[in-house]
């Protein structure tokens, strides 16, 4: 599978957008998400959200900001799916990490 | 065109620069824009190797270009989300869009986090200038079968200025080639 391992943006980009959003909401909530650590610029954003849209993981949708005549998007059910099965991913290098840590932690404590 | 940042006093004192630049050193347009602005000369204007500055206050600007020759829908959006996110265009040339923002107000802004995305946009405007060069070319040589005379012209002004133009255009493409791969291989 070629789609995943997503990169962060994307991952950052498809959580946010469980909620419609328009472009610089998801700027916003992928900001407080990361405690500022991921500030996306314009064009980066730009060219993910074409990207995510061509791939048919994101689709238009009416943002609710009760912004007029900005663009928003939302999550499609295949971006679900996408988002899913690199959660799962995830959580097996997460769980793989973690049980090294506590082995090594473990030895320490014994000396 | 968008106007002028409205937030600077126009003083009226205006001057022009000539500089002829490629695509793979736009960045060294953008630091030298930056430069300008921090002597309080600000961009109002980009065209053919032309900038247009007019003189203010000094400020901590940060430029930044992007290339996108057609937008899938509506340019609109992605003008929205730039405006949104801080940033002020300035020009949109052959192509070219230029940005900036005022780095004392969003200190870590970016256009672009990642070197891909640079790539991405170089890679763009590589596509779009094979294209044109292609073109002109057979524009050149479909005007040697029609009007052959034309190059035998004694000072073989034409051919030489066709051939520059075509020596000029493939280095810079191969430059560009060049600094795209270097950008994904180091990414």
Not at chain 1, 37 to 63: E, F, S
Not at chain 2, 41 to 59: A, D, N, Q, T
Not at chain 2, 85 to 109: E, K, L, S, Y
Request: aromatic share 12%; net charge positive; proline share 5%.
């Amino acid at each position: 599978m070629t789609d995943t391992p997503l990169t962060e943006q994307s991952f950052y980009i498809l959580v946010a957008l469980a909620q419609p959003l328009h472009g610089y909401g998801v700027i916003k909530k992928v900001e407080a998400m990361s405690n500022a650590r991921v500030v996306l610029g314009p064009g980066t954003l730009y060219g993910a959200l074409n990207a995510l849209k061509k791939k048919g993981w994101i689709q238009p949708a009416d943002a609710p900001q009760g912004d007029d005549r900005r663009k928003g998007y939302v999550i499609t059910p295949e971006g679900q799916t996408v988002l899913k099965a690199d959660l799962a991913r995830m959580e097996e290098l997460v769980a793989h990490g973690r049980a090294v840590i506590e082995t090594w932690e473990r030895a320490d404590a014994a000396e | 065109m968008p106007p002028s940042d409205p937030t600077l006093k126009p003083t009226g004192r205006t001057k022009t620069v000539w500089k002829i630049w490629f695509s793979y050193d736009e960045r060294q347009q953008t630091d030298w824009l930056t430069e300008q602005s921090r002597q309080g000369w600000h961009l109002i204007e980009g065209g053919l190797f032309r900038y247009r500055f007019e003189k203010g206050s000094p400020k901590n600007y940060l430029y930044r270009f992007d290339y996108r020759w057609k937008f899938r829908g509506n340019d609109q959006d992605y003008y929205d989300l730039c405006k949104d996110a801080g940033w002020t265009p300035i020009f949109c040339h052959r192509g070219w869009h230029g940005f900036r923002i005022d780095a004392d107000v969003h200190p870590n802004a970016e256009f672009f986090n990642y070197p891909d995305d640079v790539a991405a946009k170089y890679q763009r405007a590589l596509r779009r200038n094979v294209v044109l060069i292609v073109a002109i070319s057979a524009a050149a040589a479909t005007g040697v079968l029609l009007n052959g005379h034309l190059y035998n012209a004694p000072s073989g002004l034409i051919p030489g200025v066709i051939g520059g133009f075509l020596a000029v255009s493939l280095a810079s493409i191969w430059v560009l080639y060049w600094r795209i791969r270097q950008i994904r291989m180091s990414s």
